[in-house]
């Protein structure tokens, strides 16, 4: 039987936090606003970031905002290797757009 994974919410945070800045600075036509939450959110429990979708992002090809998606998700996981074997994505619902990755299914979340 495998042991346990456990990510520490602070440490993926701190990372994504670094990862998204960096990642966003190479698609500034794609994504000029400031996103309004980066990091950890719950209830999807997805690490990247959320922001209201702009009129350049309802232009951007899909393709582009999950390559967005991998580079947060391989950035973070050179960060922090519990995160290694995450899923990125991209999720679109009520005028938001998410974009990240959400954890291996077998990880336990730990604060601090």
Known sequence: MEKPVSISVAEISKA???????VLEQHKGT?????QRIGFFPPHYWFGF?????????????????????QIKRATADLANSAG????????????????????????????
């Open 50 to 70: 959320v922001m209201s979708a702009t009129p350049e992002l309802e232009k951007a090809a899909l393709g582009e905002l999950q390559s967005v998606a991998v």
């Open 85 to 112: 074997a995450g899923r990125p994505g991209v999720l679109l619902n009520d005028g938001l757009v998410t974009i990240g990755f959400a954890p291996p299914i077998d990880v336990n979340f730990i604060e601090g």
């Open 31 to 35: 994504f000029p606003a400031v996103p």
């Open 16 to 22: 994504a936090k670094t990862t998204v800045g960096k």
